[in-house]
């Protein structure tokens, strides 16, 4: 079956440490984005990317970083800079950044203590 | 830039009908609408487009009113099954941007 698959569901970090999510698509997507969702806050903009080797800061990149070396493959990289890391990760892809159309991933619950 | 939606929850009983409405401070290219239940992801409803028709899913459907750049999303005959929270994903200008989400309408049907 084709989609998005976000690991793991659920994910564990003491304060300080870098952590990465990931997020891999078979849907032959050329854009990838990644979501941030707190409570009552909808969801945020991170990173996106349109096509391989290139992607763009949304609006809450700080403490963030990303790769984009494969179509299929889009990690988010958590870093110790991200003040309130605590929160539900969405990863979502288009066919093409003309239509932006999203399917997104099961997302990762990351909990930093 | 984030859209505004309104209102912000609301408690339905089968059958009644809800309006859920999307508002932008930017001139709109599209509207997506997508329902998230407690712990999933997000699924897509429908995309209203500037100078597109209204749109229908089911016994949802959708409108955009480009004068006031606005889209309501119209919820008649409620179901037990429409309870989640409701999205509005917004591009802007001349569309081939990443959507901007509104903070969600939580949705709730009680039989």
């Known amino acids: 079956d084709g989609g998005i698959t976000q690991s793991p569901k659920y994910l564990f970090r003491k304060e300080g440490q870098n952590v990465t999510l990931s997020c891999e698509q078979n849907?032959?997507?050329?854009?990838m984005y990644w979501y941030r969702q707190d409570p009552g806050q909808g969801l945020r903009l991170i990173y996106y990317s349109q096509i391989v080797n290139d992607f763009q800061k949304g609006d809450i990149a700080e403490g963030y970083s990303v790769s984009r070396e494969k179509k299929e493959s889009f990690p988010l990289t958590v870093t110790s800079a991200q003040k309130n890391p605590t929160a539900f990760y969405l990863c979502a892809s288009s066919i093409s950044p003309g239509v932006p159309e999203a399917f997104f991933g099961q997302g990762t619950r990351l909990t930093v203590v | 830039q984030q859209p505004v939606q309104s209102p912000q929850a609301v408690i339905l009983r089968e059958g009644e009908d809800a309006v859920i409405n999307c508002s932008s401070s930017k001139a709109l290219y599209s509207v997506h609408w997508y329902r998230q239940k407690h712990g999933e992801a997000p699924v897509f409803l429908m995309i209203?487009?500037?100078?597109?028709e209204q749109k229908g899913h089911e016994k949802i459907s959708a409108s955009f009113n480009e004068k006031k750049q606005q889209s309501s999303l119209y919820l008649t005959a409620s179901q037990l099954s429409y309870s989640g929270t409701y999205f509005c994903g917004t591009e802007i200008g001349s569309g081939n941007t990443p959507l901007v989400f509104g903070k969600g309408t939580r949705l709730s049907v009680i039989a």
């Open positions: 849907l032959n997507h050329d854009a």
């Open positions: 209203l487009l500037k100078g597109g």
